[in-house]
C-alpha cells in the first residue's frame, strides 16, 4: 500500500511531460505553419513573423497574471481547460483567409498555452520533490512537443493544406485527457496552492537579472524557429523537406539537451552550466548564419542543444530566487521572458525583408554573449530545498 502512494509522484510526473509535449505542440506549430502561410497565401516575411507575434503578445502578458493566481490558490481544473484552448487556436487558424482571423485565433492558442503552463509547474515541482532531472523530465515532454510539431504540421497541411488545420486538434484532445490523469495521480485539488515556502526570502534582483538573460536566449530561439527552416531552404537546397528537417533537428536537440542539462546541473551546479551553455550558444548561432551547405545542420544541432541544456534549469533557479512566489516565477521564466522573443520576430522579418534573411539572423550571435554577462555574479539561491538523487524520481519516467 504504501508502494502505491509512493507511486503517485512519479505518475504524476510521467503524465505531466507527456500532456507537457501535447501542449507545446501548439508553440512548435505556429513556427512550422509560417512556411505554408508564405506559400499559400503569399505572405511576407514580416507579415509571417506577426503570426509567430500574435502567438507571443498576449501570452506574454497574461502569463505572469495565471503564475500570481496559481500563488494563491490551486487550480488544477486549468490544466485540461488550457491544453484544449491552444490546441483550438491552431486548429482555426488555417481555416480562414482572413489575416486578422488567423491572428486572433494564433493568439487564442497563445492564452491557451499561458495558462497552463504555471500551474503545471508548480505541479511538477511538487512532484519532483526537488530533484533537477525530474524537472528536467517535466521540461523535455515540452521540447517533444516542439520537435514532433513540424513533422505533425507537415503531415496535415503538406497534404490537405492549410483548411486541413483543425485536425490539429487531436493532441489536444491526449493532453487533456493526460493532464486530468496527472491530476488524480499526484492527489491535487482546488483551494490554496501548495510548493511555495513561506519561510524564504525572494531575492528580487538576482531574479530580474535571471529574466534578463532568458530573454535574450528566447529571441535568439523564436528567430531560429520562425525563420531556420527558410533559411535551410536558401542555404543547403531540398525544398520543403531540407526546412522541415532543419526545424526538426532544431526541436529534437532541445529534448537533448534539457535532459542533460538535469544531469549536468547534478554534477556540476545550475549556474556554472547555464553559463557555459550560453557560450557554447554564441559559437553555435554563428555556424547557423556564416556556415553554407549542409553543414548548416550540425549547428543548427548544436544551436538547439545549447539554448535547451538550461531550459528547465532557469525554471528552478527562478522558483528559488522567488521562493514565496513560486506561481510567477514560474509564469515569468516559462512564460513571459520566451514569449517576448516572439515581439522581435518582426523586427527579424522586417530586417530580412528589406536585406536578406542571412543579415536578419547575424544579431542573434551576440545576443547570447548578453545573457552571459547578465549571469555574472549570480548565487546559487538558498536555502534549497534537498535534491533528490535522479534515480529516485526520474528512473521511472525515463
Known sequence: MTRGRDDRPMTAIRHLSLGHACVDVYQGAVAALVPYFVAERAYTYAAASGVVLAASLLSSVVQPLFGALTDRWAMPWLLPLSTLTGGAGVALSGVTDSYGLTLAAVAVSGVGVAAYHPEAARAARAAARGSHTAMGWFALGGNVGFAAAPLLVMAVVATGGLHATPLLLAPALVGAALCAAAVRAAGVRAGTAGGADSSGRDDWP??????????????????????VSLYVRQRAGGGDAAGTAALCVLYAGGA??????????????????????????????????????????????????????????HVTLGQDYLPRRVGTASGVTLGLTVSVGGLAAPAVGALADATSLQVALAPLIALPLVGRLLLCGLREPGPKAQVVPAGSVSSSTA
Open 256 to 313: 537533448f539537451g534539457t535532459v542533460l542539462g538535469g544531469r549536468l546541473a547534478e554534477r556540476y551546479g545550475r549556474l556554472t552550466v547555464v553559463r557555459r551553455s550560453y557560450v557554447l550558444t554564441v559559437s553555435a548561432v554563428a555556424g547557423v548564419v556564416l556556415v553554407p551547405g549542409p553543414g548548416v545542420y550540425l549547428f543548427v544541432g548544436l544551436a538547439s542543444a545549447g539554448l535547451y541544456v538550461p531550459f528547465s534549469l
Open 206 to 227: 538576482s531574479f530580474l537579472r535571471l529574466s534578463g538573460a532568458i530573454v535574450c536566449r528566447s529571441v535568439v530561439f523564436v528567430g531560429l524557429s520562425a525563420f
